[in-house]
């Protein structure tokens, strides 16, 4: 059975000392035994939230990574620099870095290798947008985005990934896939994995749902049997998140 996963993406919120205050808040509300807790968090409170999570199961993790290890990338933060951090997971290809920062299927693919490369966990996300989805072509780009993001990679290697459906539509807009919606984006993905890689990739592989999730919706999206989890946006940045891990498995 894969273990559920609930990773919040606080994305450019928080000064590093609020995210101290913020970090201290909740780790005492969240149990996570039956489900793994990831927090991603902006590069400037990677430590400081790292420090106030020691000695609890909560994981922290990267935004966004370069797919060089080093050299002229001003503002970029690489790999090696993750991993030497013990910053176990990292977001590729989210949609607002796609939309707003020219991230591309292949450098997606790039960055999936190299986090790979250098033991790291990515969480890979995938999603159509609106008009897309009006015009009836959602399955064609969930499968090219997912074909395209995990080309060269083995079904090993994809036994370690994570892949986040999160509908452009429904981030950040207080509009939510329905349950039926989601579950087959998700199945759709998983169906993809295991024609390219093999059943063993396919049912390994753990796909989040992220968009707009919220305690209200968190239970019945996380129930069903190709959603492991939830990407989770403004809900992660409240006291209310420990709700969200709840319907995970976590007390």
């Known amino acids: 059975m894969r273990k559920k996963v609930v990773a919040g993406n606080w994305k450019m919120n928080f000064t590093p000392s609020k995210a101290a205050e913020f970090a201290r808040e909740i780790k005492g509300t969240i149990n996570t035994d039956a489900v793994e807790v990831v927090v991603c968090v902006p590069y400037v409170s990677l430590q400081t939230v790292q420090n106030e999570f020691k000695g609890t199961s909560i994981k922290v993790g990267a935004q966004n990574m370069h797919y060089m290890d080093k050299g002229a990338y001003t503002g970029e933060i690489s790999g090696v620099m993750l991993k030497d951090m013990d910053v176990p997971y990292v977001i590729i290809g989210h949609s607002e870095r796609r939309e707003r920062f020219g991230e591309t299927d292949t450098t997606v693919n790039l960055k999936a290798i190299k986090a790979l490369e250098h033991g790291l966990v990515p969480i890979i996300c995938v999603g159509e947008s609106q008009r897309q989805r009006k015009e009836g072509r959602t399955a064609g780009v969930l499968c090219k985005q997912t074909s395209l993001a995990l080309d060269g990679l083995s079904a090993e290697d994809v036994t370690k990934i994570v892949i986040a459906y999160e509908p452009i539509w429904a981030i950040g807009t207080g509009e939510v896939a ?56 403004g809900a992660s940045v409240v006291p209310s998140f420990e709700k969200v891990v709840h319907f995970g498995g976590g007390k």
Do not use: H, W
């Open 178 to 233: 329905t349950t039926a919606q989601a579950e087959e984006a998700c199945a759709l993905i998983r169906e993809e994995v295991r024609k390219l890689l093999g059943d063993t990739a396919a049912n390994a592989v753990r796909i989040l749902y992220g968009g707009s999730v919220t305690p209200e919706n968190a239970g019945e999206l996380f129930a069903m049997p190709n959603i492991d989890g939830g990407l989770v946006g």
